[in-house]
């Protein structure tokens, strides 16, 4: 950080939070130093961060509530969070996919909406461990129509057709097999086994958690194996994230910042922090602000 002296508090709290998210903690002394203000100014900023329950106080200092993630939270509970940040980096995910291309859509709550605006892509193959995205195309196809979570008017061509008739240029989905986790996605040898028989252009993959320390991580260890697996079977890596993913760290790692060709986020992500993964990613795409 430099000189932020005239910073307004919010603005200076934000700074912080980010600190806390990407080293894992932070010190008063320090902070004064890098924010150029009184030491009770700092302890102010972080008795209101603790307030908001952004932060855990620890003496001398503050860290991040809860530390390392070991727990995953069930799909339901993951859906009703962000869901504006996560409709915008789901449409813009959704252009960078051609038609009659070969794709792969991990498990999580971003892939399931990316799923909903890419029914009326032609000619799609999708592969996937997620039984809710599976549930999307297979929903649209029974009902003979392109309409799916993104809300859209039914395609030219497809009302009154039969129920169970695939519409034409409806995308094929292979869905692999495997152990279902809380956040309904299969995992685990079987998974793996599928999936490494696989080859796709482009893998959408929805994480726990996103730091330049851990890289890309999840609580659930299995997953963490086939989430390794599906990007050794993709030639290019699209993240789909938002911006509250920044700063977590799930209980295993399992690739690095620098494995991944795209990130999708939203807007809420801070100056700093695109900054810093500017490093370390060679494509950041922040949702409603790409050109």
């Given at each position: 950080m430099s000189d932020h002296q005239n910073l307004l508090a919010e603005q200076r709290r934000a700074l912080i939070?980010?600190?806390?998210?990407?080293?894992?903690?932070?010190?008063?002394?320090?902070?004064?130093?890098?924010?150029?203000?009184?030491?009770?100014?700092i302890r102010r900023d972080l008795d209101a961060l603790a307030r908001q329950g952004a932060v855990e106080k620890v003496h001398g200092g503050a860290v991040p509530v809860g530390g390392t993630s070991a727990h995953e939270p069930g799909f339901e509970a993951k859906s009703a969070l962000e869901l504006g940040a996560k409709d915008e980096i789901a449409r813009t995910a959704a252009r960078m996919v051609a038609p009659g291309s070969a794709i792969a859509l991990s498990g999580g709550t971003t892939t399931f909406a990316l799923a909903g605006y890419l029914l009326d892509v032609p000619d799609l193959t999708v592969v996937t461990n997620s039984v809710r995205v599976a549930d999307v195309f297979?929903?649209?196809?029974?009902?003979?129509?392109?309409?799916?979570?993104?809300?859209?008017?039914?395609?030219?061509?497809?009302?009154?057709?039969?129920?169970?008739?695939?519409?034409?240029?409806?995308?094929?989905?292979?869905?692999?097999?495997?152990?279902?986790?809380?956040?309904?996605?299969l995992v685990g040898p079987v998974a793996d086994q599928a999936i490494g028989s696989l080859?796709?252009?482009?893998?959408?993959?929805?994480?726990?958690?996103?730091?330049?320390?851990a890289g890309l991580s999840?609580?659930?260890?299995?997953e963490a194996e086939t989430n390794r697996r599906l990007m050794r079977s993709a030639r290019r890596v699209v993240v789909v994230a938002d911006h509250t993913k920044w700063g977590t760290v799930g209980l295993s790692s399992f690739a690095r910042l620098e494995e991944v060709d795209t990130?999708?986020?939203?807007?809420?992500?801070?100056?700093?922090?695109?900054?810093?993964?500017?490093?370390?990613?060679?494509?950041?795409?922040?949702?409603?602000?790409?050109e």
């Open positions: 939070l980010d600190e806390v998210r990407r080293r894992g903690g932070v010190r008063v002394n320090e902070l004064t130093r890098r924010l150029n203000v009184s030491d009770m100014t297979h929903t649209a196809q029974g009902a003979g129509t392109a309409a799916g979570t993104s809300g859209r008017a039914p395609a030219a061509g497809t009302a009154g057709r039969p129920t169970g008739e695939a519409r034409p240029g409806a995308a094929t989905v292979v869905l692999t097999g495997g152990v279902r986790t809380p956040s309904d996605a080859h796709f252009d482009v893998l959408f993959l929805g994480v726990h958690g996103i730091s330049v320390e999840t609580p659930n260890l299995a990130l999708v986020t939203d807007a809420g992500l801070s100056p700093e922090t695109r900054a810093e993964l500017a490093d370390h990613l060679p494509g950041l795409v922040v949702a409603g602000e790409e």
